[in-house]
């Protein structure tokens, strides 16, 4: 092969590397416990707002499509909302509060106690997504966490029944192409997080069964 060529090949094999590092037997638990949370604010009339920034951004719009539309399958809409979307909120917040409040502020009009605040940023230091975490601990919402490196600040400010999703990778990009599958995979469960058949009779079927 050519440099360039070099190059893309080793691309893919560090992208590889990254998905399986954790390897995937880590990450059932904390998706499954998200799978809960999510489910569990759908199931009572709850919705799940998202945000991020640049390419997390995309990833929260990206996962609010995939709940107000479909996933593969047919299945009722699911209410979503990613605080990515309204440039008229976005601009105002950020020119009259500041940037790090462009979410906080939507969190504060929007969320309810019992929904859902999936936050994504890839340094876990993201100032508007620590915002967004402080307001809805306010709401007393519950707090999924996407982030990457060591988890940032926003690992260490989570509470009790809060789940963090960490990418354990010093690249950006590789932790962008983590949090893609681990995307779906929250997705595919936020209606069935499991089957009655596939797992005891705990919390997660009884859910189900509501």
Request: charge should be neutral; hydrophobic fraction near 40%.
């Amino acid at each position: 092969m050519n440099s360039l060529q070099q190059r893309v090949a080793a691309h893919f094999d560090e992208s590889i590397r990254a998905k399986t590092k954790p390897p995937p037997p880590c990450w059932p638990n904390p998706l499954a416990q998200a799978a809960l949370l999510l489910f569990q604010a759908l199931a009572e009339d709850g919705k799940i707002l998202v945000c991020g920034n640049g390419g997390s951004a995309a990833d929260a719009q990206h996962f609010a499509a995939e709940l107000t539309g479909r996933f593969e399958k047919e299945r009722m809409e699911l209410a979503a909302v990613a605080l990515t979307t309204d440039t008229s909120a976005l601009t105002a917040i950020g020119n009259d509060y500041g940037f790090e409040h462009i979410f906080s502020k939507q969190v504060r009009a929007l969320g309810r106690a019992g929904d859902v605040l999936m936050g994504i940023s890839t340094s876990g230091n993201s100032a508007n997504v620590i915002e967004a975490i402080k307001a809805a601990h306010e709401r007393d919402m519950k707090v999924v966490a996407f982030t990457g490196r060591d988890g940032g600040k926003i690992a260490a400010m989570l509470k009790e029944g809060d789940v963090l999703l960490n990418v354990p990778y010093p690249r950006t990009a590789r932790i962008q192409e983590v949090h893609i599958p681990l995307v779906h995979a929250r997705c595919a469960t936020a209606s069935t997080p499991c089957s009655p058949k596939a797992c005891p009779p705990t919390e997660c079927c009884r859910f189900q069964a509501a």
